[in-house]
């Protein structure tokens, strides 16, 4: 006999409900689905005949797809945002801009005047003075451009997020529990301009290198928002309302989510040590699978996150401990029928059960989607990764292993929320 793909608690391990109860189930699933999310997260309005006609507010009806594609854009742009800072750190540009005015500092240089005061501002800073002592003007203008679209983007994202929201509000579209979360994800979004300021000025001290703590906590902070972007708005556009699966699927799929952001993580701790230009060799490392000056500082937690070698020791193992969870989890998913519509209806065995299976069946689809692109991403970024430590670290190369890392984490995110 075939296993059952759907939850035990609901139809396989425990004795079934009778077929009324079983159809007022059925009813009620249906029902859910039929409510859209924006309706669940704000509170109803009370019924029409309840309040006096002249009452009633303006008649504003919520926009939870406008609402929803306002956050993918957010989501969109926060993506694009990784991938300039990941440009501007590989190009060396990050240092180039030594002041931080959030305001003032949106208008670029305008004339010859204003760029020779910034080029002898960043004359005096460790960066000339150690690195980039034979540097020109025209050379600058380069550096300072990345540095500049970069923090430029983060001010438009902040003004992309801000505009709408409050349009929103004051529409009452968003309201509720809603409107807190996306406070707190735009309170977060000013967390993070401040946060990038205080990893650039660890680098304008003495030593003109950015700590690896800080690009890490800075890149860490914009996966956050990123997900919490994508989530809201995967939930307001019903991206999926979820294929039922066993509850340790689920719990595996989170997993999975933790692995691939530590593995992320561990990866900024390799772009903040500049640990990409050592032991360029796969898979050994200086003909050893574990490098000879592995635990060479003291205490442990120093050797995890100061030493070059150990820091991308850990990142390949965590690389490749994703892989392979990846290529373990999906084809079990897959095989415990989520997204097969054959499987679902082969295994329904009365008509009641088939149509109750079948009000899941649109959502299986973008869980199985969602599997095969993981599992293509975890493929194809394992590579990317291997190429870019192979050819020492050129900046495409790196720029798209950051892009895939991204991708990787879009693609688990997505198939998180498709499973329940
Ligand atoms: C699931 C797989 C992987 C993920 C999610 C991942 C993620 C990342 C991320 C996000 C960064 C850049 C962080 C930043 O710029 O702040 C990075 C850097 C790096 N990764 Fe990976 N990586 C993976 C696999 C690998 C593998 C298998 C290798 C090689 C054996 C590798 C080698 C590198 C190197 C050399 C860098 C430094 C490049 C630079 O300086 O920009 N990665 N990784």
Redesign the pocket.
Known sequence: MHKMYVCKQGLGGKPRPPPGLRRLIALAAAARLALSPAMVDAAPPPPPQARPAQARPPQVRPAPRAVAAWLYLCAAMVFAMVLIG?VT??TESGLSIVEWQPLVGAIPPLGEADWQALFQKYQASPQFQQVNRGMDLAEFKTIFWWEYVHRLWGRLIGAVFLLPFLWFLLRRQVRGPLAWKLAGIFALGGLQGAMGWYMVASGLVDRPDVSQYR??AH?GLALLIYALLLWQAMHLSRASSGAIVESRLRRAATALLVL?TM??LA??F???L???LIYNT?PLMEGRIVPPDYGAMQPWWRDWFDNRATV?FH??VL??A??GAVLAYVPWLLRKGAGSKEVVLRQAQDEERKKALILSLSKDVSARRAAIALLHL?VL??A???A??LLV?PVPL?AL??A??MA?LTAALWLRFTLR
């Open positions: 990941g750190r590989l690009l890490a890149l691939i593995t992320i990866g900024a390799v772009a903040g500049d640990a990409g796969f991308q990142h390949r690389a490749i994703t892989l975890a970024q394992v990317l990764g291997i870019t430590l670290v790196a292993h950051q895939g890392a990787l």
